[in-house]
């Protein structure tokens, strides 16, 4: 009997399993996916009845074009690997496609639904696309003949246009980056639009257009750009996210640029507008100048100037008719006036002579100088009249007669 250890039969198991599983193709279902940091992508592959573990190592995991998601079927090539102590094995896997449609469909799916969730899509984003267009940056590859077929049309349609070139790479695994930098670049330098893309292929030769790193670069884009990858039924990730995509490169500078011919037809047309214009503003102002010419001579300063003075004129005489007339009346008015004044005034000068005679007599009359009765006497106190009763013992007083004036001070007071 031959007796094993474990780590003698987890050693046989696993030389039998690693040389008999070297090269594996299995169909199942992902569970319990996880990206790791260090790059590795750890999950469970199984059916309805079994489940493997699995591995991808960083290296095989870069190569992915599309992300492992929980319940996505897919077919995977690898290798079994054993474990030996812990007796465990597990599915090392080389490369993974999904059941049932292409590993690129399904990661332009995956990455058109994320971008659409996170809004580079949306319209509000888009920028307006100058309607003249002088400078313009080209970014694609120099080689191409997409580049032919651009400055082609824009010498035709637009010559004034100044084009500066960013040479690309636009398919292979350095493409993406390649025309990230480019945009970025072209963003910087100022100009006003930008065309993005190249001629037609396939899937794979498109696939640096559906790169999240260049979707980034046209949504950080300030200037309004415009993805043209390859022939119109060709949809990448760059034309959802550009202001405008157009069917292919050619089709791009015909969108964008305005038709040279087209122009100069609307400017003769514009000229033509002008002239007929600027004819009928000429005539209707001719005809304004000759209305207010014949308003001049009808009010010119001159017969204006002679109207007024004819009406001066004219008031002047009736002014002097007037004043005649009044004068004439006033004359009339005035002699019964003047007399009846006179009258009156005679009148008056009588009355007041009289009066003041009177007045003159009364005054004369009431001079004490002029009474001459013997003991009597007018007492006056401050120079005020007053009555001898009103005076007190120590007052001073006047004693005045018509002859005699004497100043005295009262020492006593005797009532009877």
């Not at 003698?8 to 594996?24: D, M």
């Not at 080389?94 to 332009?108: D, K, M, Q, R, T």
């Not at 993005?196 to 950080?220: C, K, P, Q, T």
């Not at 209305?291 to 017969?303: D, G, P, R, Y």
Request: a neutral charge; one cysteine or more.
């Amino acid at each position: 009997m031959n007796v094993l250890t474990v780590d003698g039969l987890n050693e046989q198991i696993k030389n039998l399993l690693e040389t008999t599983f070297i090269r594996t193709f299995v169909e199942g279902e992902l569970s319990r996916v996880t990206y790791h940091n260090s790059g590795h992508v750890y999950f469970t592959l199984k059916d309805a009845d079994s489940s493997i573990s699995c591995v991808m190592f960083k290296g095989n995991a870069a190569r992915l074009k599309f992300r492992l998601e929980e319940g996505l079927k897919v077919i995977i090539e690898g290798a079994v690997t054993v474990y030996k102590p812990r007796g465990s094995y597990q599915l090392n896997c080389v490369s993974i496609e999904p059941s049932g449609h292409g590993a690129l469909a399904l990661a332009f799916e995956q990455l058109k639904a994320k971008l659409s969730a996170q809004g580079y899509f949306a319209p509000e984003h888009k920028k307006e696309i100058p309607k003249y267009i002088m400078d313009l940056a080209l970014i694609t590859s120099e080689t191409g003949a997409a580049l032919q077929d651009m400055l082609r049309v824009a010498s035709v349609r637009w010559p004034l246009l100044k084009i500066s070139l960013y040479d690309v790479l636009v398919q292979g695994e350095s493409a993406a980056a390649s025309i990230a930098r480019a945009i970025k670049l072209a963003d910087s330098a100022g100009h006003d639009a930008i065309v993005v893309g190249r001629g037609g292929g396939s899937m794979e030769d498109l696939w640096a257009f559906n790169e999240e790193l260049v979707a980034n670069a046209i949504y950080h884009c300030q200037t309004p750009i415009i993805s043209a990858v390859g022939h119109e039924i060709d949809w990448v990730i760059s034309d959802y996210v550009a202001d405008l995509r157009a069917p292919t490169p050619s089709a791009a500078m015909e969108m964008i640029l305005p038709d040279r011919n087209e122009i100069l037809m609307n400017m003769d047309a514009i000229m033509q507008q002008l002239t007929r214009t600027q004819a009928q503003r000429l005539q209707r102002a001719q005809e304004k100048l000759s209305h207010l010419k014949a308003s001049f001579a009808q009010n010119a300063i001159e017969n204006r100037l002679k109207m007024k003075l004819d009406e001066v004129k004219q008031l002047q005489s009736v002014f002097n008719q007037k004043m005649q007339h009044l004068l004439e009346s006033a004359q009339r008015d005035i002699s019964p006036l003047v007399q009846m004044m006179q009258r009156q005034a005679r009148s008056i000068v009588q009355s007041k002579a009289a009066e003041l005679k009177h007045l003159h007599s009364a005054f004369l009359s009431q001079d004490p100088k002029l009474k001459s009765k013997k003991g009597y006497a007018q007492i006056s106190k401050g120079g005020k009249l007053v009555a001898l009763e009103s005076l007190k013992a120590g007052d001073l007083f006047e004693a005045m007669s018509d002859k005699v004036t004497l100043k005295s001070e009262v020492k006593t007071i005797t009532i009877n």
